[in-house]
């Protein structure tokens, strides 16, 4: 991992987020979803619940072009990972990713309660007209920063909003945090700045690209 400062180019400000978007960070059971809703440039709302049916009516009440989410929309057909989590962590981006099991091998273990409750939004998200993407707040963070981030994963990522102007005092968790990353994926989609891993029986990993930060510089 590289741990020189990040790029001065990133300092420079970024134009506002002018699509009306959303990002939900997926937890466990007890944990549930957070969301935070992102539209003009300006951190609207965030909201909280573990049921997810109350997200998604949340979320349709904001009208969002797009919603971004960080769990798994699909699960591994051969057990070690999804072929969206190989490209990403070893052809091309070479950002560490969480490794997806099989459906089955995920009931052995409670660790993977958070992915459960992913599938349970994803479902829900269904019954309505929307269709979220996935996406991956650490990924977004190492593109905003040119992969020259510094610090704790959580350091870099809260370097990475501000980079982008997102306010960080009002995203007192950990949780926010990473659903405001997500929001940027959703933002990034209006102009189809955004490339995609991973196949249809799997799910797609989307994360924006160098294009969609040099449209907002």
């Given at each position: 991992?590289?741990?020189?400062?990040?790029?001065?180019?990133?300092?420079?400000?970024?134009?506002?987020?002018?699509?009306?978007?959303?990002?939900?960070d997926?937890?466990?059971?007890?944990?549930?979803?957070?969301?935070?809703?992102?539209?003009?440039?300006?951190?609207?709302?965030?909201?909280?619940?573990t049921n997810?049916?109350?997200?998604?009516?949340?979320?349709?009440?904001l009208?969002?072009?797009?919603?971004?989410?960080?769990?798994?929309c699909?699960?591994?057909?051969?057990?070690?990972?999804?072929?969206?989590?190989?490209?990403?962590?070893?052809?091309?981006?070479?950002?560490?990713?969480?490794?997806?099991?099989?459906?089955?091998?995920?009931?052995?273990?409670?660790?993977?309660?958070?992915?459960?409750?992913?599938?349970?939004?994803?479902?829900?998200f269904?019954?309505?007209?929307?269709?979220?993407?996935?996406?991956?707040?650490?990924g977004?963070?190492?593109?905003?920063?040119?992969?020259?981030?510094?610090?704790?994963?959580?350091?870099q990522?809260?370097?990475?909003?501000?980079?982008?102007?997102?306010?960080?005092?009002?995203?007192?968790?950990?949780?926010?945090?990473?659903?405001?990353?997500?929001?940027?994926?959703?933002?990034?989609?209006?102009?189809?700045?955004?490339?995609?891993?991973?196949?249809?029986?799997?799910?797609?990993?989307?994360?924006?690209?160098?294009?969609?930060l040099?449209?907002?510089?």
């Amino acid at each position: 991992m590289h741990t020189s400062k990040p790029s001065p180019r990133l300092l420079r400000p970024f134009k506002p987020i002018m699509a009306n978007v959303v990002g939900i960070d997926v937890g466990g059971f007890r944990k549930g979803y957070h969301a935070v809703h992102l539209s003009s440039g300006n951190l609207e709302a965030t909201f909280q619940h573990t049921n997810p049916t109350t997200i998604c009516t949340w979320v349709q009440t904001l009208n969002p072009v797009a919603v971004a989410i960080d769990a798994p929309c699909g699960w591994s057909q051969d057990g070690g990972s999804r072929e969206a989590e190989r490209i990403l962590e070893y052809q091309q981006t070479r950002i560490p990713c969480f490794c997806t099991p099989t459906r089955d091998r995920a009931k052995q273990s409670s660790f993977y309660d958070w992915v459960f409750n992913g599938e349970k939004l994803y479902n829900a998200f269904r019954e309505t007209e929307m269709e979220p993407i996935e996406t991956y707040p650490h990924g977004i963070a190492q593109i905003i920063l040119d992969f020259n981030g510094e610090g704790s994963k959580q350091e870099q990522r809260l370097h990475a909003l501000k980079a982008v102007g997102i306010p960080t005092h009002t995203l007192p968790s950990p949780d926010l945090i990473d659903a405001a990353l997500c929001a940027l994926t959703a933002d990034a989609t209006r102009t189809y700045s955004t490339i995609s891993f991973g196949n249809p029986t799997e799910g797609h990993l989307v994360l924006p690209t160098e294009k969609y930060l040099s449209q907002r510089r």
